[in-house]
């Protein structure tokens, strides 16, 4: 292809300035970059396969080429293998700028909502994938479990979300790594979502509280609006959060195809005080049909499952891939707060939800599970703390905010075909279904 000369002049100086981020730390309810600059996600998920996508450098050398001309910043990655090695992805990725989320769990060792239960072996297993990647600088933060609640009787694992919380920040802070952000992805459940980011910030102990809340959402189908598709009624829940908030994943392809203006909304004047950014669901095209490239010229044949080329050449799908450059484009570097002149003591506190009919099934602050414990069918309450600033991986102050009842909905959740997540997005579209008619 023939580049003009502005053109060809504006790649080489987005080739030029990209440079590696360091360490991201979360300092009340926003996220820092290491010279004070306020983070917000622009990012792509990013699982190749039910493997881990972390251990082939050629493909992640290839697919990073192609996320220069995007723009992300970050990448999710749900399953990983802390026994092999992600030197050369990770590296790959760091160069071009790009952070990484990295999930705890796999596919046997999530926490199950039908029996949660906090055993020996899921906190080993989480604690040595905290241990295969803390070394990387680029490591934004961990999720601790991804769409574990999307019932009524689901939220009953909530204590066990946040004794994962507590017990790899003590891994953490007894291994004195730095403090890696530790959070949560929640599904975007109307009826459970409001009190499950208020239960996991709430209590007053940050030794147990979740240092993000990130959600899954895909209210936004565009053609659609600021005010109609439901993300007004998420700021206003999210309006001085005492932790960063972000959507984990996003971009709803109903009807189709994509033009992504939800970005400006999450990026623009109305959300970016409160919210720090969006991941959009996905890299790869799967049946699904929610990728943002697919694969030419497979390097192996075992790399085609299930009908999916899943490592080669990418080449966007359109128009999606550049609607999305385009949105992001506009967007650039979102104008955000500096960390100096920042005052994380303005969010405010929120007490732990109190059980409602037909919805949330914790009632208030409750002692949380050991390791080896299983659910039993009733918790013990305990008070709440003395609220104390608290941080990851910063020096400032956090809260929470009052609790709005949710209006929103989640109508075009993904199947998604290699993540245990799929089990609990169907419930949830299924959910959404039974409520919205």
């Not at 604690?127 to 009524?152: C, H, P, Q, R």
């Not at 109305?270 to 991941?279: C, F, H, V």
């Not at 979102?334 to 506190?349: I, L, N, Q, R």
């Not at 997005?425 to 409520?435: A, D, E, H, P, Q």
């Amino acid at each position: 292809m023939k580049l003009s000369w502005p053109t060809a002049i504006a790649a080489l100086a987005v080739a030029t300035t990209v440079e590696a981020i360091g360490p991201i730390s979360s300092v009340g309810n926003k996220l820092f970059t290491p010279d004070g600059k306020q983070f917000f996600v622009k990012g792509i998920a990013y699982q190749l396969s039910p493997d881990d996508p972390l251990i082939d450098t050629e493909q992640c050398k290839r697919d990073v080429e192609l996320m220069k001309e995007l723009g992300p910043n970050t990448i999710r990655v749900y399953h990983v293998d802390a026994d092999k090695n992600h030197d050369g992805c990770m590296k790959a990725f760091n160069d071009a700028g790009i952070t990484a989320l990295i999930d705890l769990d796999t596919f046997d060792t999530y926490i199950e909502p039908a029996k949660p239960a906090w055993t020996k072996r899921m906190h080993d297993r989480y604690a040595e994938v905290m241990d295969a990647f803390i070394k990387y600088d680029n490591v934004l933060g961990f999720f601790v479990g991804n769409e574990i609640i999307s019932t009524e009787a689901h939220s009953q694992a909530a204590p066990f979300i946040k004794a994962a919380v507590r017990d790899m920040k003590a891994h953490r802070n007894a291994k004195n790594y730095r403090e890696v952000p530790i959070g949560y992805s929640a599904a975007d459940i109307a009826e459970l979502r409001p009190m499950l980011q208020d239960y996991l910030t709430c209590g007053g102990n940050s030794s147990e509280n979740v240092d993000f809340f990130a959600l899954n959402s895909y209210e936004w189908c565009d053609p659609s609006t600021y005010e109609t598709s439901g993300y007004e009624n998420l700021q206003k829940q999210a309006k001085d959060f005492p932790v960063p908030i972000f959507f984990s994943e996003t971009g709803c392809n109903v009807p189709g195809p994509r033009l992504f203006d939800d970005q400006l909304a999450i990026f623009g004047p109305k959300m970016r005080n409160d919210w720090s950014g969006a991941i959009v669901y996905e890299w790869i095209q799967e049946e699904n049909r929610y990728g943002l490239i697919q694969y030419e010229n497979p390097t192996k044949e075992e790399d085609v499952v299930n009908g999916v080329v899943r490592s080669g050449t990418p080449k966007p799908v359109q128009p999606d891939f550049d609607n999305l450059k385009e949105k992001w484009e506009q967007v650039g570097q979102p104008t955000g707060v500096v960390k100096d002149s920042y005052d994380a003591k303005h969010v405010s506190v929120r007490p732990c939800p109190e059980a409602t009919q037909g919805g949330w099934l914790v009632k208030g602050n409750v002692k949380l599970p050991a390791v080896g414990e299983t659910f039993t069918g009733t918790y013990e309450s305990v008070p709440s703390a003395t609220v104390a600033p608290t941080t990851a991986g910063g020096d400032e102050g956090t809260g929470t905010a009052a609790n709005p009842a949710s209006e929103t909905q989640n109508p075009a959740a993904p199947t998604k075909v290699v993540f245990r997540g799929m089990v609990a997005g169907l419930v949830g579209v299924m959910l959404f279904f039974t409520v919205w008619f």
